[in-house]
């Protein structure tokens, strides 16, 4: 197993979500993380086998998780939307980067979507109704 080098999840290496960059292979775990890696390779690290933080140990945040966001609002986990802070830095929960909150936007029409379920779209986020994961 290795870490996905977006999101910090663990991906087994029968994952469909793959890209090679710099003549490796990394692995993702959703088409959204990869498309995320593919649009700026080098604010993420590479993924990492899955026990190298140690047996139960919550991941630390990718770098770019890490990094400075113009979007000048909070963090939340893509997970765990009720989890919130004013900086960038990791899930207490399950250990995954948190994201910037895409501050609102007044005539326009939000869509939520699952990254593993592209298919799944809702007017408000909730939970994926096939995989439980939270829409983003």
Not at 33 to 52: I, Y
Request: proline share 12%; aromatic share 4%.
């Amino acid at each position: 197993m290795r870490r996905d080098p977006v999101c910090g999840m663990a991906v087994t290496e029968s994952t469909k979500h793959r890209a090679s960059h710099e003549g490796r292979e990394v692995l993702f775990c959703s088409a959204r993380c990869r498309e995320k890696f593919l649009a700026n390779p080098d604010a993420f690290g590479e993924s990492q086998p899955a026990g190298e933080a140690g047996a139960g140990a919550v991941p630390e945040a990718p770098a770019a998780a890490r990094l400075p966001s113009d979007s000048g609002g909070g963090y939340t986990c893509p997970m765990h939307p009720e989890v919130r802070q004013e900086g960038p830095g990791s899930c207490p929960k399950c250990g995954m980067a948190l994201e910037p909150l895409m501050p609102g936007s007044s005539g326009s029409r939000t869509e939520w979507t699952c990254p593993m379920h592209p298919e799944i779209v809702q007017d408000e986020p909730g939970n994926c109704p096939i995989c439980g994961m939270a829409l983003e």
